[in-house]
């Protein structure tokens, strides 16, 4: 089993809104992965978190603040967020690096669709 | 730093021909290769991956990849196309070392009846 959810499917927001998205997988998996991507481009990595801890921030704006309150699940909480923050945001895990070379495989939730009006 | 390209950002093709998607790296060390596959409106699902060993790689939906280290390429292929092979293809790469994936800039795949 390779599932990754992520919740909600779909989000529209104002700009003074706050608002979560979630990312939970139970696979065991040590490394958790926020990216952004929009339209026709590729993903765009914004956090790294290992065995729990932040160890990449992609130097993200603050409104962006990602959450690992376990090793099965991930939060990224919005505040303020701009109408050019709309994207598709993709959850991704890995087993980590104890599990060797196929450890470093990403597995992708099916995304949150953000819209910032 | 790795970069990875797609050599075409376009490939339309008639349904049951073949078709090679077309991914080439930079790396000054060891990389592991993916390709992952995006349907419109969902999340990338990994077609097949490149580790070590056999530089032939079988994936899901009869696809298959070779790796050709001489030629830092890593070509997706498959012998014959359905409609519903329609879709975003992503090459990635990631150090053998390192914790980023750097993803080419994809390749739109459209099969035509």
């Known amino acids: 089993d390779t599932e990754v959810t992520q919740t909600p499917k779909h989000l529209v927001m104002g700009m003074t809104n706050k608002k979560s998205l979630k990312c939970e997988q139970h696979m065991g998996h040590r490394a958790m992965y926020w990216y952004k991507q929009k339209a026709k481009k590729p993903p765009e990595l914004m956090f790294v978190?290992?065995?729990?801890?932040?160890?990449i921030n992609e130097s993200v704006p603050s409104r962006f603040s990602p959450e690992c309150p376990n090793s099965s699940l991930l939060n990224l909480h919005l505040h303020a967020l701009q109408p050019e923050d709309s994207a598709l945001y993709l959850c991704?895990?890995?087993?980590?690096?104890?599990?060797?070379?196929?450890?470093?495989?990403?597995?992708f939730g099916p995304g949150t669709r953000l819209t910032v009006l | 730093a790795q970069s990875v390209t797609q050599l075409d950002s376009q490939v339309p093709v008639f349904e049951e021909a073949p078709v090679e998607l077309r991914c080439n790296y930079s790396?000054?060390?060891?990389?592991?290769l993916f390709w992952y596959v995006q349907y419109p409106n969902q999340g990338l699902q990994l077609l097949l991956k490149y580790l070590s060993g056999s530089t032939l790689v079988k994936g899901i939906n009869g696809f298959e990849a070779e790796f050709n280290k001489s030629q830092t390429s890593f070509h997706l292929r498959k012998p014959s196309v359905h409609i519903s092979d329609t879709a975003e293809y992503f090459c990635?790469?990631?150090?053998?070392?390192?914790?980023?994936?750097?993803f080419g800039e994809g390749t739109q795949l459209t099969v035509n009846p």
């Open positions: 990635a790469a990631r150090e053998t070392s390192g914790s980023r994936l750097t």
């Open positions: 790396s000054s060390v060891s990389v592991y």
């Open positions: 991704a895990s890995s087993q980590g690096p104890q599990r060797g070379a196929g450890g470093y495989t990403q597995y």
């Open positions: 978190y290992s065995y729990e801890k932040l160890s």
